[in-house]
C-alpha cells in the first residue's frame, strides 16, 4: 500500500495526478500536469484551465538547501528589479509563497517562456560569459547579502565527511581527492563578495527573447565569481576539443585568472562529488567510485589545459 506522501501525485495509466490535497493549495485551476521530472527535487510542468503555464517544485525531505526557499525567493525578486531575468514566483490560497504537504515544501512560478539548448555552440557560452559578467557586476545589498551563504573553505566540508566515510570507495582514491582539496583551498582566492548561482549547468538555464534566464537558485551564494565559470568548466573539460568553446565563454566574461579558474574548476568537481556521495541514489549508470575516477580523469585534463586569454 502507497504511502500518503506517496499519493501527493499519483500516476493513471500514465497521466500524473495531483492529489485533491495539494490541487486545492494552487491559486488556479489545473487543466493537465504536462510533464514530471525527478532529480535531486520533483519538477511538474502544470497548464491551468485559463491556458497559462507554471512549475511547480516538490522540495526533497533529506536535502537542505545552501541557500533556503524563503530568502531564494526574496533573491529573485530582487534580481528581477535589476533586470536579471529569473523565475517570478507565484503565492498559493493562503496567500503564502510556499506550501506544505504531508512535509514536503512546494513553490509554485510562472513557467519562462523559451527553450533549452542541451548542446550550445560558441554564440552560447559567449551568452554564457555575458551574462556571468553582468551577475557579478551587480551591487548585492547588505539586506540580502549579509544572509547568505558563503561560498568559502568550508563549502565542500558540509558534506566531505560522506565521502570520506563512504564504504564503497577505495581509500586510495579518497586520499587523492583529499590531496586535490588541500591544494585547491591553498591556491584560490575566497576574499571576493560577488553573487555567485554556482549550478548554471544546461538544465538551468532557458534561452528567452530578452535574454538568459537562470533557474535553481538554491545553491547560490557570496564569493569569487570564478565559480560560476568553473560549473561551465565542468561541462567543458568533458568534450575532446572544448578550447574554442571555453575562449567563448571568457571572451563574452573578461579578464579572469586562468589559474584560478582551473582550481576552482577542480572545487566544484570536489563539491559535486562530495554532494553525490551524501546522495548516492541520483547517480545513473555507473557507481560512486566509477564517478570519483572519472572526476581524476577531468582534474589531469585541467592541469594540461592549454587557454590563451
Known amino acids: ?85 529569473v523565475p517570478h514566483y507565484q503565492k498559493f490560497k493562503k496567500l503564502n509563497q510556499t506550501c506544505l504537504v504531508d512535509g514536503h515544501s512546494f513553490t509554485i512560478q510562472r513557467a519562462v517562456q523559451g527553450h533549452m539548448i542541451y548542446q550550445p555552440d560558441k554564440e552560447h557560452f559567449y551568452e554564457i560569459g555575458k551574462t556571468y559578467r553582468s551577475l557579478h557586476n551587480l551591487q548585492m545589498p547588505s539586506s540580502l547579502s549579509s544572509r547568505m551563504p558563503k561560498i568559502d573553505e568550508n563549502t565542500i566540508g558540509l558534506s566531505w565527511n560522506y565521502l570520506c566515510e563512504h564504504k564503497s570507495v577505495d581509500r586510495n582514491l579518497v586520499e587523492k581527492f583529499n590531496q586535490y582539496k588541500m591544494l585547491v ?14 549550478d548554471l549547468h544546461d538544465g538551468n538555464i532557458i534561452y528567452t527573447r530578452e535574454g538568459m534566464c537562470m533557474l535553481d537558485w538554491e545553491e547560490c551564494g557570496m564569493g569569487n565569481g570564478v565559480f560560476d565559470l568553473a560549473v561551465t568548466m565542468t561541462r567543458l573539460v568533458k568534450l575532446k576539443n572544448p578550447s574554442n568553446l571555453i575562449n567563448a565563454l571568457l571572451e563574452g566574461y573578461g579578464k579572469v585568472d586562468l589559474e584560478q579558474l582551473k582550481h576552482a574548476t577542480i572545487f566544484k568537481f570536489l563539491y559535486l562529488a562530495s554532494f553525490v556521495a551524501k546522495f548516492d541514489d541520483i547517480l545513473k549508470g555507473e557507481t560512486l567510485e566509477q564517478l570519483l575516477a572519472r572526476y581524476l580523469g577531468y582534474f589531469e585534463r585541467l592541469e594540461h589545459l592549454d587557454i590563451h586569454r
Not at 495531483?18 to 520533483?42: A, T
Not at 583551498?185 to 554556482?198: A, G, N, P
Open 1 to 85: 500500500m502507497r504511502s500518503k506522501v506517496d499519493q501527493l501525485v499519483s500516476n493513471n495509466h500514465g497521466l500524473i495526478i495531483l492529489s485533491p490535497e495539494l490541487e486545492q493549495q494552487l491559486p488556479f485551476s489545473v487543466s493537465e500536469v504536462i510533464f514530471h521530472h525527478k532529480g535531486e527535487n520533483e519538477n511538474f510542468m502544470l497548464r491551468s484551465k485559463d491556458d497559462e503555464f507554471f512549475l511547480l517544485k516538490k522540495y526533497r525531505k533529506d536535502r537542505k538547501q545552501r541557500l533556503g526557499i524563503e530568502l531564494e525567493i526574496e533573491l529573485c525578486k530582487y534580481l528581477r528589479g535589476q533586470g536579471v531575468i
Open 185 to 198: 583551498l591553498r591556491q584560490l582566492d575566497f576574499s571576493s563578495k560577488q553573487l555567485v548561482h554556482f
